[in-house]
């Protein structure tokens, strides 16, 4: 009676964790599929489309920010709504994996107890991989496997800059959030180990941007194994977050100087 009692809690026990390996899984898949895996569907739909035009890949542009309306308070209205919308997976995220106890978020890897630590590493940072990704970049476009990427191509408004900021913020917190905290805790859950994380997690974000080019795929390959790495060794995501904003922000806001300064770098092709 005994041995059969202990079988039943095995058998109990067994269930429960097919289960919750199960409901993780579509928890994973529902997830990605409101935010960065549809974004990595369309992305390599969208290259195999650049592939089979007559013009290279060189030859063409990936415009990132672009005008929404003709009329500008219906632009501002839309630019507002898109990012709004698109943190909406941020906030379930949050909800998915809110601690009962301090740090809230510390399954994210977010604790806000060392501000200008967290941001002094985040600049650290994105000084670390501005210049080689600039290099990464401009080496795709001269052996013709990136697009000329046009960060912001929006008219310009009293609000150009500030929704530009406000674009760099949400690319940086959907981005890090979702590819590294959320993606490294639920993929733990899972049983994975830290390199099979840090590879799946680079080749999200790989993929999202492919869209851009391979040169792009190869270059956030790079820069998703770093964070990666980084991430299991420090457990703090803000780093990457800021980092990525400074990035974004920087590119957004200094596009329209660089590509007149630097037209056959920057501008838009002939």
């Given at each position: 009676?005994?041995?059969?009692?202990?079988?039943?809690?095995?058998?109990?026990?067994?269930?429960?964790?097919?289960?919750?390996?199960?409901?993780?899984?579509?928890?994973?898949?529902?997830?990605?599929?409101?935010?960065?895996?549809?974004?990595?569907?369309?992305?390599?739909?969208?290259?195999?489309?650049?592939?089979?035009?007559?013009?290279?890949?060189?030859?063409?542009?990936?415009?990132?920010?672009?005008?929404?309306?003709?009329?500008?308070?219906?632009?501002?209205?839309?630019?507002?709504?898109?990012?709004?919308?698109?943190?909406?997976?941020?906030?379930?995220?949050?909800?998915?994996?809110?601690?009962?106890?301090?740090?809230?978020?510390?399954?994210?890897?977010?604790?806000?107890?060392?501000?200008?630590?967290?941001?002094?590493?985040?600049?650290?940072?994105a000084l670390a991989i501005g210049v080689p990704g600039l290099f990464v970049y401009l080496g795709?476009?001269?052996?013709?496997?990136?697009?000329?990427?046009?960060?912001?191509?929006?008219?310009?408004?009293?609000?150009?800059?500030?929704?530009?900021?406000?674009?760099?913020?949400?690319?940086?917190?959907?981005?890090?959030?979702?590819?590294?905290?959320?993606?490294?805790?639920?993929?733990?859950?899972?049983?994975?180990?830290?390199?099979?994380?840090?590879?799946?997690?680079?080749?999200?974000?790989a993929t999202y941007h492919v869209y851009q080019g391979f040169g792009a795929f190869i270059g956030n390959f790079a820069m998703g194994l770093l964070?990666?790495?980084?991430?299991?060794?420090?457990?703090?995501?803000?780093?990457?977050?800021?980092?990525?904003?400074?990035?974004?922000?920087?590119?957004?806001?200094?596009?329209?100087?660089?590509?007149?300064?630097?037209?056959?770098?920057?501008?838009?092709?002939?």
């Amino acid at each position: 009676m005994k041995e059969r009692s202990r079988h039943g809690i095995r058998a109990f026990e067994a269930d429960t964790t097919a289960s919750s390996r199960r409901r993780i899984w579509a928890e994973l898949l529902i997830v990605l599929g409101l935010s960065l895996g549809a974004s990595a569907v369309y992305a390599v739909v969208s290259i195999a489309y650049r592939l089979t035009l007559p013009t290279p890949l060189s030859g063409q542009t990936a415009t990132i920010n672009r005008s929404l309306s003709d009329r500008e308070v219906f632009d501002l209205i839309y630019q507002v709504l898109g990012i709004v919308f698109d943190l909406v997976p941020v906030a379930l995220v949050v909800l998915l994996l809110w601690s009962s106890t301090r740090p809230r978020l510390g399954r994210l890897g977010i604790d806000p107890r060392h501000p200008m630590r967290d941001s002094i590493s985040g600049a650290g940072l994105a000084l670390a991989i501005g210049v080689p990704g600039l290099f990464v970049y401009l080496g795709g476009k001269a052996l013709g496997l990136t697009t000329t990427v046009v960060p912001t191509a929006l008219d310009q408004h009293w609000w150009t800059v500030p929704v530009l900021v406000l674009a760099a913020v949400k690319a940086g917190v959907v981005e890090e959030v979702i590819a590294i905290g959320y993606l490294f805790a639920r993929l733990r859950d899972l049983g994975w180990g830290s390199w099979a994380i840090v590879f799946t997690s680079a080749t999200l974000r790989a993929t999202y941007h492919v869209y851009q080019g391979f040169g792009a795929f190869i270059g956030n390959f790079a820069m998703g194994l770093l964070f990666g790495w980084l991430y299991q060794r420090t457990g703090r995501l803000l780093p990457f977050v800021i980092a990525h904003v400074l990035l974004d922000a920087a590119i957004f806001i200094g596009y329209p100087w660089a590509a007149a300064t630097f037209p056959d770098l920057f501008g838009l092709p002939s």
